[in-house]
């Protein structure tokens, strides 16, 4: 019996591998499928604390789907030994508690993609283990999280591609990462904002073989200690951030644009990895140029010692933590930072840290800036110099000391503090100066040095105070810049504005009786600027954002014979009657497509040679109590893009690509008003004083385009005791570019003696016209006579609204009958047959109506 067992055990081992199947692993034997049935793997579902199906193979050309929490196995293996397979976790869980290897054996691909928020959990994982058949491993989407605790090799052997992408906000963590680890070829890209490779430890491009790391738009790689980089390998930096500690063979790395993160503190000035990157230093006075569209970004502290050279941020941008120039006595360095370029430091700036050491820095240009979070030195020991030129911006966050023989220029730039001690050494030439929090102007001691006891802002020069600004002694702009969040007028203050800009930012106004916007003068403001606004002509007000502008408490509230940008704003003229936009006004509503809106609750008044264009609304109260009283000109950007009055509109003025949704009511009296394109969604009010032209309203619509586009509704009425007689016609509205449509109801005035109304439409006009109203409900087609042409025209609109006598809607055989009835009464019979030899006629004419027949296009309605 025991010498049976090796030939017994030689059997099990021949059966085992001729199926396919070793004890703990579990096969997919499915084509596609859910990850969680039973029936689609050999030994039932892998489980990692299984006893029978801790490991799982995927090698049969089939895709196994995990699509929800739970997955769990041992090792896992994707494509084998010659099979094919493919892996998809989509929004699921999947714990690996040991390795994961795709393609492993000589032969045999693999694919796997990881997506909509999974994550999965591996100890190490192998993109293509060692096939010559390529590899395909995609982790992707925006909360999509895969973890590899001890490493992640992308091409470990073999002679296929392995390719791996980090996209679409997806997040790979690993603790050491390899690309073409041991003569396996690899690519990686990770790509997109949010999208990131992070190691704890060190990354590999490249050994043996060829490596490629691609870092693209947003995309971030962050190695925890060392990069390496094959002299046959390639990292391609465009548009992400690649961040390390140490590094070799930067030579292969292509820097066309992003962000190179360094960990600890870097001296700028004599770091071999700054110097290679944005260098190289050769002798004094080199320097190193960070270019637009290319970062460094320095976690610990930037120095610069004693190599007289200059760091110039050309474009691009530098950030640290604190950064220093001069620490060693007899040196120092320069820092230039032009086109467009920014310095973001997040504590403190020390220029001249030592004695007779010196730092100069030059900030300059639009765009140009160095961001302080903490406090800026200048010659704590040491000499230091600043110079913020030519619309250029140093803000510091806290405290700004100008010590010893140090200075700081500003000519045309920005300087923004909190407190500031050596102010002596400042030289202000022209520049804005922007004060932390509230500031009492007449009180404050910075305020006072600067712009003098009696604050004068004079051309070239601004003061911006970051909160409340409280004037106890009179302010003047006389030229400069005066901004504020809020400004209130306290005891011995006043505001004079005699030209420059002053401006609000979402506060309010108090204290102010009545701000005078001069000619040459600009008021910006969002928020609340509820005081009486009056603005000359050549005065501008721009809105910043939501802004309610005047006094809704007096009857002067807002008046403007200036410019008044809205923007895409809404802006609120608040006034106890009509606000005002005298002849000189220009109000432009909306920006770059988007519409704007002008609110007046009480009305408005555009006076003649006023302007209103753009995109928009008018919101005005659709009463005759509170008109928009147009006597200038409201012009809509286009007719895709029109100008859209909600509110009662009176007055002799033009319209043009404008929608009329309220009421138009032409003139103060009978008028006739010059007029382009326009709709007529709302109310359309007619006055009729006469025939003559001049005694009743007339819309020519001959300006632009000249459509005139009918709708909504027609009201006419009748003025100074006219009586209108038969034949009395009315051309009330023209247009050279068309008439299209119908007013949708029609409200017109009763006549006596039998008389009515028709509303005649044509291609280009209107007309109101007078004429006798019909003897008889069978009289179709309104000649004043009952005769077989009311037959012909019964058939032809039979089935339809026309030739209704009844008047029950529509035209039907009780319409005939009536007709039939009302024929005997007609005054001249002559012409038609008598109805005892016309029925057949009759009958056949019935018959045939009955049939569906179309209904002619009637240019007049009578009413």
Known sequence: ???????????????????????????????????????????????????TAFDAVIDNGGTAQL???????????????????????????LNVTDDLHLAEGVTGGAAMRVQGGATVNAVDTVVQFSSDDNCLFQITGAGTVYN???????????????????????????????????????????DGAGSRWSTTGAFNVGNVSAGTLNILNGGTVHVGTALAISNTSNVNLNGGTLRFSTATGLNRLAYTAGTIQLSGNRTLDTDATVAFLYGPFLSPPASISILMGKALKVEGDANQFQNNRTVTVNGGSLSSTNHTIGLLTNGGGFVVVNSGGTITTTSNVTLGDVA?????????????????????TFGSVGTGTLSILDQALVHVGSALSINSLSTVTLNGGTLRLNTISGLNRLTYSSGTIQLAGDRGVGADATITALYGAIPTLPTGKGLTVGGTATLTKPLTIDGGAFKST????????????????????????????????????????????????????????????????????LPNGF?????????????????????????????????????????????????????????????????????????????????AEPITLAGYVKGVGALDNVDVTGTLAPGFSPATVTLGSVAYAGQLEIELGGTALGSFDRLEHTLGAGIAQLGGSLIVSLINGFDPAL???????????????????????????????NVNYSANSVVLEVAATPSF???????????????????????????????????????????????????????????????????????????????????????
């Not at 001729?18 to 034997?29: D, L």
């Not at 699509?67 to 869980?93: I, K, M, N």
């Not at 073999?158 to 690899?186: E, H, K, P, R």
């Not at 609120?572 to 002008?598: E, H, Q, R, Y």
């Open 727 to 757: 034949g009395d016609s009315f051309e009330f509205l023209t247009a050279a570019g068309g008439v299209n449509g119908t007013f949708a109801a029609e409200t017109l005035p009763s006549l006596a003696g039998g008389l009515g109304w």
């Open 67 to 93: 699509q929800s929490a739970g997955g769990s196995v041992r090792r896992l293996r994707v494509g084998r030994l010659g099979g094919f397979g493919e892996l998809l976790v989509d929004g699921g869980t």
């Open 356 to 376: 007779n050491a010196f730092g100069t820095a030059t900030v300059s240009g639009a765009g140009s800036s160095w961001n302080i979070g903490g406090s800026a």
């Open 559 to 639: 008046y403007s014979n200036g410019d008044i940008a809205v923007g895409a704003n809404v802006v609120t003229l608040a006034d106890a009657n009509d606000a005002v936009l005298d002849s000189g006004a220009m109000m432009t509503i909306g920006a770059g497509g988007i519409p704007g809106t002008l609110a007046a609750a009480n009305g408005l008044t555009l006076d003649f040679g006023g302007n209103v264009i753009g995109h928009g609304a008018i919101d005005t109260p659709n009463s005759a109590a509170k008109p928009l009283i147009n006597n200038g000109h409201i012009t809509g950007a286009s007719p």
């Open 777 to 863: 409900t069978a009289d179709f087609d309104e000649d004043g006579d009952v005769d077989g042409n009311d037959l012909l025209q019964w058939r032809g609109d039979f089935g339809g609204p026309g030739s209704d006598a009844d008047d029950d809607g529509d035209s039907e055989g009780n319409d005939f009958l009536l007709w039939q009835r009302q024929l005997g009464s007609v005054p001249a019979v002559a012409a038609v047959p008598e109805p005892a030899t016309f029925a057949p006629a009759l009958l056949a004419l019935v018959l045939v109506a009955r049939r569906p027949m179309p209904h002619p296009l009637k240019k007049n309605r009578r009413s």
């Open 148 to 190: 590899a605790t001890t490493s992640f090799i992308v091409g470990r052997a073999g002679n296929g591609v392995a390719t791996l992408s980090v996209d679409g906000g997806a997040v790979l963590a690993s603790g050491t990462s390899s690309i073409s680890s041991n003569g396996g070829f690899g690519t990686a890209t990770v």
């Open 1 to 51: 019996m025991t010498a049976r067992l090796p030939v017994i055990l030689l059997a099990v081992c021949f059966f085992s591998t001729a199926v396919n199947v070793s004890f703990g692993q579990t096969f997919w034997q499915a084509g596609t499928g859910d990850w969680f049935t039973a029936a689609n793997w050999t030994l039932g579902v892998p489980d990692a604390g299984s006893a």
């Open 486 to 553: 809020s400004l209130a007028v306290g005891a011995g203050g006043s505001l004079i504005f005699n030209h420059g800009v002053l401006e609000l930012t979402g506060g309010s106004v108090s204290g102010l009786a009545n701000l005078v916007v001069p000619a040459n003068g600009e008021f910006r403001a969002s928020g609340a600027a509820t005081t009486r606004i009056t603005a000359a002509a050549g005065s501008i007000i721009t809105a910043t954002g939501a802004l309610t502008l005047g006094d809704a408490a």
